[in-house]
Each structure stands twice: as structure tokens, then as C-alpha cells.
């Protein structure tokens, strides 16, 4: 809630609160469809001898990535791309920053039911702690990302499927990095990744500055 409050305050004409509200739901209801296709693409890499049972390659963190970031880039197309109320370049980052956060909630509400009955209340408000900053804020950052690049072709219709794979595939392999260093090097770079992340939120702020100034 608080992520999505904060990119709000970005968008200088707020959008209807009932398509905030669906392109936020449909972000969750992306998330069982993402597990189970993570989880089918894991089963295959391992009847293929490609990954063994309990470890992950980078291909797999490749293609786990791409799963969710299209999800997400799938739902507020759904929910909100195709309406009126789509009208102006800072609509596309808003719009998948708001099915971002939908999808992130409902994967930190899934990851801190596991985390409080592995490790306990404490262990477990501390591991959502790092969701917050890290997972959540990923999610947001990628989203974003592609919701800029949609922008900078929302007069141009004719270079928007350019940018929308342009985007995903800026997306998928931000979200691929951070996969990677959070998952392959069991948190030792835990502090740079979250401080590169956390720059790039920064150069966000300024991107939507200069999305606000686009005009036909």
C-alpha cells in the first residue's frame, strides 16, 4: 500500500479508483497462474537433466523471470491498457507499477505464511522487512521500466511493440540479476543489489518527470 501510494503521487490526473483497484486484483489473481507455470518449467528442467532436484540455473532464472514480468505486463493490459481511461503517456508506468504491486503483495502474503511457520513471528516480520525492500521494490522497479518505455511510444503507435519487447526484455533481465545475486549468492551481495535497485528508483522519479512533459 505503501509502494502504490507513492508512485500515485506521480501521476498528475489520478486514475479512476475502481481501474486502479481491478489492475491491482488482477496483479494477484497472476500470481497462482505464475507459480504454476514456475513450478512446470522447474519439473520439465529436471526430466531433462538440466537442473537437479533443489538447485536452479541461470536459464531457469531466465525463464522464471520472463514468466512474471510478462504477467504482470499481461494484467494491466487486460485491466486497464484498453480503456478510455488509458489517455496519457504516465498511465502506462502507473498502470503496471499498480499490477506489479498486486502481484507482489499476493507473493509476500504466500512467502511470509511459509517464512512465520518455518522461522517463527520475529524471524519471519524481519524476512517481510527485506520483501519490502527488496522483492516488492524489484517488481515495482521492472514494471516501471516497461511501463516507461511504453510511454515513449504513446504517440507513436507504430514503435509500441518495439518498446513493450524493448521493455520486457530490460525487465526480465534486471529481474534476472536480481534473482541471481539474492538466490545463487546466498545474500552476500544482498546491500548492492538493494542499493542499485534503490538508485534505480531514484532515476524513475526523474523518467516520470520527463514522461509527464511528453506531448502529441
Not at 51 to 58: A, C, E, F, H, M
Not at 84 to 98: C, G, K, N
Not at 119 to 131: F, H, K, M, V
Not at 171 to 182: R, S
Amino acid at each position: 500500500m505503501f509502494w502504490l501510494w507513492f508512485w500515485l503521487r506521480e501521476d498528475p490526473h489520478p486514475e479512476p479508483r475502481r481501474i486502479l483497484i481491478l489492475t491491482f486484483s488482477t496483479g494477484i489473481l497472476m500470481v497462482p497462474i505464475a507459480l504454476l507455470l514456475e513450478k512446470s518449467v522447474y519439473q520439465v528442467a529436471i526430466w531433462l537433466n538440466l537442473v537437479k532436484i533443489g538447485s536452479t540455473g541461470l536459464g531457469l532464472l531466465v525463464i522464471w523471470a520472463a514468466i512474471e514480468e510478462y504477467l504482470k505486463y499481461f494484467a494491466a493490459k487486460k485491466a486497464a491498457f484498453k480503456r478510455p481511461t488509458f489517455d496519457e503517456p504516465v498511465d502506462a508506468p502507473i498502470y503496471l507499477i499498480t499490477a506489479a504491486l498486486g502481484f507482489a503483495a499476493m507473493e509476500n502474503v504466500l512467502f511470509l505464511f511459509k517464512a512465520l511457520d518455518q522461522t517463527g513471528i520475529i524471524a519471519g516480520l524481519l524476512t517481510g522487512n527485506l520483501r519490502f525492500l527488496g522483492a516488492t521494490l524489484l517488481h515495482t522497479v521492472t514494471s516501471a521500466l516497461l511501463g516507461a518505455s511504453i510511454a515513449f511510444s504513446f504517440f507513436h503507435k507504430e514503435h509500441r511493440q518495439r518498446n513493450v519487447i524493448g521493455g520486457l526484455l530490460l525487465a526480465i533481465v534486471l529481474h534476472t540479476v536480481f534473482n541471481f545475486f539474492i538466490i545463487k549468492q546466498e545474500g552476500v551481495n544482498n546491500f548492492n543489489i538493494l542499493f542499485a535497485l534503490w538508485i534505480t528508483a531514484i532515476i524513475l522519479i526523474y523518467i516520470f518527470e520527463k514522461i509527464k512533459r511528453i506531448r502529441n
